[in-house]
């Protein structure tokens, strides 16, 4: 699990969202977001043995300024975490931060026009975002195809960043966005 640089997340059509991420055609996790919480805490799971692999916690209720932690569940180790950078409508950036609280990368909406088509018009406009190291250098991409149901791509630099961290922290944002 996490030995590639290219993941896809397929979203599923429930109340609540619901993931599947698979590592070539091999699904590995399955996410389900409870909906109506003031807390966001969400669990990621092994896809074949429904064993829990990741656990997201915000640390606030203020979606604002939360950090969504992102801790594996088998070994205590917290990964990393994803925090909202600055609010702009027309353009979202995250920070990814490592197992020490510093920046260690961003992903950063890439196409201001369509991203303010998708707030203004509709959300069926697909999404993307770069992913880059904590120096902006180019280290990944998250890309939606359009489809009737979430399907993305995660294409990630395993040498320059944790693909744990790029991964779960493309579903974290994916659900927060409600993309």
Not at 108 to 122: G, Q, Y
Request: no cysteine; aromatic share 8%; net charge negative.
């Amino acid at each position: 699990m996490f030995d590639s640089s290219r993941y896809e997340v397929r979203q599923k059509v429930s109340i609540g969202n619901k993931y599947v991420v698979y590592e070539g055609d091999d699904p590995i996790l399955s996410a389900k977001q409870k909906k109506f919480k003031l807390k966001e805490d969400f669990r990621l799971d092994d896809h074949d043995t429904g064993e829990e692999r990741f656990r997201v916690k915000a640390d606030s209720v203020l979606d604002v300024s939360t950090a969504y932690d992102i801790v594996d569940s088998r070994t205590g180790e917290r990964v990393g975490a994803v925090k909202r950078g600055a609010f702009s409508f027309a353009k979202h950036t995250y920070q990814l931060l490592g197992p020490d609280g510093s920046v260690v990368g961003r992903i950063v909406e890439d196409n201001v026009p369509m991203a303010v088509a998708r707030r203004l018009l509709t959300t069926l406009i697909p999404f993307s975002y770069r992913i880059e190291d904590a120096a902006g250098e180019p280290v990944g991409a998250v890309d939606e195809r359009f489809s009737f149901r979430d399907k993305y791509t995660i294409d990630v630099d395993r040498e320059r960043l944790d693909p744990r961290l790029a991964v779960v922290g493309a579903v974290v944002i994916d659900a927060i966005e409600e993309n």
